[in-house]
């Protein structure tokens, strides 16, 4: 009750207060307002008849305005001794005249401020194709959906998904690449497909041996780490940008991967010849064998070095390379101390590379054998 009634009575003796200080500035501007008047009166009626004189010459002549006009020219033999109401009434006879003038002149200004305003494009209703239209405009990264119609929900294709297909289930992914011809669970065709997840291996060439998708990744994600986060992402909007128009045949999205342009990889390897990325690379991602697990690493130390480098930045590579995009979406952000690391369950299309990746993570070195137990485990239990 107490904790109410003061907070009550806080409102209170704030609303007062704003009323003390309106009533204060209002009777302020009275006081001042007559000083004004009192001291230059004189100059202050022969300036506003000068003015009301201009303005009935530029009116259509009437009765009413010809005497005001008459008035006028006698009272500016004796400014001095004009009234403040004759003034009112003068400017009344004159706003008279110009009402039909003033309701045109605002009427205008409003029909520019509705049709042709900065707030236009505020007030335009958009659906969620509409929103990426505009936001790219905005974000290059995004660039690369915006003539794209992959906003509905559709079902996965049978077979491969296509790349821009949503995520499979457990189970569809186990029916298409896990079941053997009579129907039943294969654990050896899972493991194939796990494996597919890792991509090719890291080698001691480093990330100029990647596919074309990996090195732009190299590249943006040790630019980030190193805090040229605009050069990052420059180079991942370039990517999206570069395929604009690439892939535009499906209904849902590409029919078949994109490649990655060839003056958006000319660029990306400019920067892998870096000296400094070079080496931020080498100090990530020489303890995995793995082209996936090693970006996989980068990414979340590039997070951790320079802050937030969201999936939306390089969700392009979807549409290029599909189980690399999974295996790097399924990462949260990582924490202080490693061990403590929590990231989101990843989807089943990346859960042999997260099984790998968490076995290397933990053991600190390169494993060229795809260990893929916790994923397998997954299917096994389904």
Not at 55 to 67: E, F, H, Y
Not at 90 to 98: A, E, P, R
Request: hydrophobic share 45%; charged share 20%.
């Amino acid at each position: 009750m107490s904790g109410t009634a003061s907070r009550s009575s806080g409102s209170r003796s704030s609303g007062e207060l704003t009323l003390m200080l309106a009533g204060v500035a209002l009777l302020g501007s009275v006081v001042l307002a007559y000083m004004v008047w009192s001291t230059f009166h004189t100059e202050i009626s022969r300036f506003y008849c000068k003015a009301l004189i201009w303005q009935i010459g530029i009116l259509s002549p009437t009765p009413d305005l010809a005497r005001l006009n008459l008035q006028l020219h006698q009272a500016l033999h004796h400014p001095a001794s004009i009234r403040l109401i004759q003034l009112y009434y003068g400017l009344s006879i004159v706003g008279l005249q110009l009402r039909w003038v003033a309701v045109l002149v605002g009427g205008i200004c409003a029909g520019l401020c509705l049709f042709f305003g900065e707030n236009k494009a505020l007030r335009t209703v958009l659906d969620l194709e509409g929103l990426i239209a505009v936001q790219a405009k905005m974000f290059p990264t995004l660039r690369g959906f915006a003539k794209r119609r992959i906003t509905r929900l559709v079902a996965p294709s049978t077979g491969a998904p296509l790349p821009a297909d949503p995520a499979l289930t457990a189970d569809e992914w186990r029916s298409r690449f896990a079941t053997a011809a009579d129907g039943s669970f294969s654990e050896v065709c899972a493991q194939e497909a796990f494996e597919r997840q890792l991509g090719p291996h890291y080698t001691t060439a480093g990330p100029g041996a990647a596919p074309p998708a990996a090195q732009v990744l190299f590249a943006a994600f040790a630019l980030h780490k190193l805090k040229r986060r605009d050069e990052a992402m420059t180079l991942l909007g370039q990517l999206s940008e570069g395929l604009a128009d690439a892939g535009l045949d499906g209904d849902t999205g590409p029919k078949v991967s994109l490649k990655v342009p060839a003056e958006v990889l000319k660029n990306a390897q400019d920067f892998l010849a870096d000296p400094d990325v070079q080496a931020t690379i080498a100090q990530s991602c020489n303890r995995h064998g793995w082209t996936t697990t090693a970006l996989m690493t980068l990414l979340c130390d590039a997070r951790f070095e320079a802050g937030v480098l969201a999936p939306p930045a390089f969700a392009i590579v979807k549409l290029i390379d599909r189980p690399l995009w999974y295996a790097l979406h399924s990462l949260g952000y990582p924490s202080e101390n490693p061990n403590e690391d929590v990231h989101p369950n990843p989807r089943i299309e990346a859960a042999g590379a997260r099984a790998h990746w968490s076995e290397e993570q933990r053991l600190r070195r390169p494993l060229y054998i795809p260990v893929l137990d916790r994923a397998l485990s997954t299917l096994r239990s389904a």
